[in-house]
């Protein structure tokens, strides 16, 4: 079987087309400008393939994948009907979806139900599913892949906030808990490395990218996560705040007259790291400003990690212990500096770090803990792709 699997954005689409009996990548590619321009960029072959395409609407972009895919240098099949099946990521599945699903008209409805809690992440996914409805025969069964589904374990006293219970029956505000198939994917895979079963296991996973959240694994299921009822809340990231004192909200809003649609643009695009540095949400680009003595740089650094340790902390206590840390996502996986100051001064916890090993074995799968550290810390780089693409086969072999 060969998988196709989509992560949507209003602009944008990457893909990967995963043969499944080996788990190979077979080809990968995104296209971008979508409606403002067009441009596919598609690795297949050894070969980097980028064309300059008109895309008006996700439809054409997806009829330039499937070119990609069956003709040319970077072609990999020869008709579009060896693709199997389609998974896609869907950003928000609210409490109905606890587990991927096939994708009927019922499911797009809910998806586009659920809009209205995750307005930047679902209109363009349900527009992007119903374009690629359009370019492949009907026979090709597609599967959405929640991000929120894996965070459904946690029970009431994690997901509540502490307003009015009327407005959660009304409106469904609760925490929903975001990027649940990479914590669940890395949570698993240490499991599957350790030889042991997950449900021995108390883990915190830090998923740590432009978005970024921790969440608390205990025996394979999440019973905490940093992000809420939208992906914003927890730890401080590229543009998005984390977690604030609501009231900064109110006051903030009446004191610069703000429409809450511009105060809205302010917490998720313009505050996180870049907002408190001033001139980059991109980790790199911040330490290289730190490191140039900018200190609001610095800053935003600081309150990275400090944040990050305070999540392992809490959520060390929220299960009664703590066997491992994993460290995933652009930044989990690939900055020395971020979970080399995360896990300073841990040893009192159970936590160190071999330095050597840290530096060494970065953007790897490796252990990185210190000879006697009583927590394994560990990088394990995230493959939600694959795991899709996993949900996916396993869904559609059912039918
Ligand atoms: P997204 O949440 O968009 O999927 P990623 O997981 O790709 O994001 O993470 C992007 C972040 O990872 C950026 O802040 C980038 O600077 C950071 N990153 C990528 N490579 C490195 C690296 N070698 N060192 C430090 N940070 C890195």
């Known amino acids: 079987m060969k998988v196709l699997v989509i992560n949507a954005g209003s602009s944008s689409l990457k893909y990967q087309f995963i043969d499944m009996e080996t788990e190979a990548v077979l080809a990968k590619g995104l296209c971008e400008r979508i409606s403002i321009g067009g441009c596919i960029t598609h690795k297949a072959n050894g070969k980097v ?175 905490d996560t940093s992000l809420g009822f939208t992906p914003i809340g927890g730890v401080v990231m590229g543009t998005r705040t984390g977690d604030v004192d609501p009231t900064v909200i109110t006051y903030l809003g009446e004191k610069e007259n703000l429409t809450p649609a511009q105060m809205s643009e302010i917490l998720n695009k313009k505050s996180g790291y870049l907002g408190i ?47 491992a840390v994993i460290f995933t996502g652009g930044i989990g996986e690939n900055s020395v500096e971020c979970r080399s100051g995360v896990c300073k001064d841990m040893e009192f916890f159970g936590i160190k770090i071999d330095e050597q090993k840290n530096k060494e074995l970065t953007g790897t799968e490796a252990n990185i803990s210190a000879e006697g550290s009583k927590v394994q810390v560990w990088i394990i780089p995230t493959n939600e792709e694959l795991a899709i693409a996993r949900d996916t086969k396993r869904i559609v072999e059912a039918l």
């Open 49 to 223: 393939i980028v064309k300059e395409i008109d895309f008006p609407t996700h439809k054409e972009a997806f009829k330039a994948v499937v070119d990609c895919l069956t003709t040319g240098e970077g072609a990999v099949i020869s008709d579009a009907k060896e693709i199997s099946a389609i998974g896609h990521r869907v950003v928000q599945g609210g409490e109905v979806y606890s587990q991927s699903t096939l994708i009927t008209d019922d499911v797009l409805k809910a998806a586009i139900d659920y809009s209205e809690i995750a307005p930047l992440h679902n209109p363009p996914i349900v527009t992007a599913i119903k374009a690629c409805q359009e370019v492949f025969s009907k026979d090709v069964p597609m599967v959405a892949v929640f991000d929120t589904s894996f965070h459904q374990t946690m029970p009431e006293k994690a997901y509540m906030y502490g307003i009015p219970y009327e407005y959660y029956e009304k409106y469904h505000i609760r925490k929903y808990g975001y990027h649940g198939t990479s914590h669940k994917y890395v949570s698993e895979r240490l499991a599957e490395i350790l030889g042991k079963d997950i449900k021995d296991l108390k883990i915190v996973t830090c998923h740590l990218g432009n978005g970024s959240s921790i969440t608390a694994v205990d025996g394979g299921k999440s019973v």
């Open 277 to 323: 540095s001033g001139v980059t949400s991109d980790d790199r680009d911040l330490r290289a400003a730190a490191e140039a003595g900018n200190h609001r740089a610095a800053l935003a650094g600081e309150m990275q990690r400090y944040g990050i340790k305070k999540f392992i902390g809490a959520y060390a206590a929220a299960m009664g212990g703590l066997d």
